[in-house]
Structures are given as C-alpha cells and as structure tokens.
C-alpha cells in the first residue's frame, strides 16, 4: 500500500493543529460536540457484529473494538489531565502507552459496551466541568514530559474533539469501504 493512502487511512481527518485564536464561541462549539460524541459513536458500532469489530480500520491498524476501548481509556486520561490542570500549577502529566494499552487481553477482546458505558460517563462529567470553567480556567495548563510542550486546557478540548472525531472517521470510513453502512 502506498505511503500517501495509508497516511490517507491513518489520518483521515488530517493531525490536529492548534488553532491560533480560540473564541468563547468556538469552546462552546467544541463542548457541545463532545457532550453528544459519546451517542455518535455508539450509534456507528452497535449494530457491528463481533467479526465486524475484529476488522482493522487501516492495514496494521487497531481493530474496531480495540479504537472504542482506546478513545474511552484516552479520553479518560484527558480528563483526569484537564482535573491536574485545575489543581496543580503547570503539572507534568504521565503519559500512557496506548499502544501497550490497545494489546490488553480487555482491549482486544471486551464488548465495547463496556468502554460506551464508560465514554458516556466520562464525557458526562467532562462536560459538566467545562461548561461551568471560566476564561481564567481556561488557561490553565499542563505539561507532556514526552514533548515539554505546555498545553492549555482551552487547547486540550480541541485536541480531545479533534481525537474523537479522528477515530470515528477510522471507524465510518472502513464501514464505508466494507459496504457496512
């Protein structure tokens, strides 16, 4: 498979990129779609049946099941990241090893009921934090020790709509290529 379709594959939604201003609009807008992520990508999976979730979105990629477990641990690690923000100064967070994660005898054989369960909660209570932050919250921050690059909390939420948006994009385009839609 050529390089530039399997960069396709990869990153269908392209890599994220901060954006150089960020409106009060723009986080509303952003809260939103992570308040109603958790019901779109159930609304993709749930009629999957068990050979569908073990198919590959990319070749050498995650299965299907593996990608819902992996947004669910992911974006638990983000809220807990956006928590540290708000109540530390400028922590350095611990990174995870999602790969080492998606290999978990749970992540490559649980039903993916169990991380929709679980997103919907977290996103739940993400939702519920960040709509009563203020600008001033907004700018807190953390650190990744992998990059050393300070992260905004404002910046995470785009990061973490553009995360899910890219894994539902895996999802939706091999149900597109497969016929399964």
Do not use: C
């Not at 159930?42 to 049946?49: D, G, H, I, K």
């Not at 993916?112 to 939702?127: F, I, M, P, Q, T």
């Amino acid at each position: 498979m050529e390089k530039i379709e399997l960069d396709a594959l990869r990153y269908p939604i392209g890599k994220f990129e901060v954006p150089s201003s960020i409106s009060a609009e723009q986080v509303s807008e952003w809260i939103n779609i992570l308040e109603h992520y958790p019901n779109r990508l159930e609304l993709l999976v749930n009629e999957l049946s068990n050979t569908q979730l073990e198919t590959p979105y990319r070749p050498g990629g995650w299965t299907v099941r593996q990608v819902v477990h992996h947004v669910a641990d992911s974006h638990n690690h983000s809220y807990i990241r956006f928590k540290w923000a708000l109540t530390e100064e400028t922590p350095i967070i611990k990174p995870y090893l999602e790969k080492e994660w998606a290999e978990l005898f749970d992540t490559r054989t649980a039903p993916v009921e169990l991380s929709l369960n679980h997103l919907r909660a977290v996103h739940a209570k993400l939702v519920y934090l960040l709509k009563g932050l203020s600008s001033s919250d907004l700018k807190s921050s953390f650190i990744h020790p992998e990059s050393k690059e300070s992260t905004t909390i404002v910046e995470n939420i785009g990061r973490y709509v553009w995360h899910g948006n890219h894994h539902y994009s895996h999802i939706k385009n091999l149900l597109q290529r497969e016929g399964w839609n």
